[in-house]
């Protein structure tokens, strides 16, 4: 089973980037659909986006379309969140997450359908 680690969390101004990139180790992220998610304190986790095990589709949710924009490298094992345009509402610790996927296209946004998480990180955005 694939194990995920996340980094490029920190603090950056309103309006600024940052690049979350999701490390994955074992078996090969080719296999698998992946997703980042994100929760606030005293909030629920929530989707934020999902990119298909071939890479070729991606899902956001509506509060950060157009503004992020999910990739995955699978040669490197390696997926990413690139955050622009960010708000002090994207503040909050973001998860990387991976489920084995048999259907090369799909993606999925729910917490329930991944199997596989990382520790997450930190993001925070000051205004």
Do not use: H
């Amino acid at each position: 089973q694939v194990q995920l680690v996340e980094s490029g969390g920190g603090l950056v101004q309103a309006g600024g980037s940052l690049r979350l990139s999701c490390a994955g180790s074992g078996r090969t992220s080719s296999t698998y659909a992946m997703a980042w998610f994100r929760q606030a304190p005293g909030k629920e986790r929530e989707f934020v986006a999902a990119i298909s095990r071939s890479g070729g589709n991606t899902g956001y949710a509506v509060s950060v379309k157009g503004r992020f924009t999910i990739s995955k490298d699978s040669a490197k094992n390696t997926m990413y969140l690139q955050m622009n345009s960010m708000k002090p509402e994207d503040t909050a610790v973001y998860y990387c997450a991976a489920r084995e996927s048999t259907d090369s296209s799909n993606y999925y946004y729910r917490v329930v359908s991944y199997n596989v998480w990382g520790q997450g990180t930190q993001v925070t955005v000051s205004s």
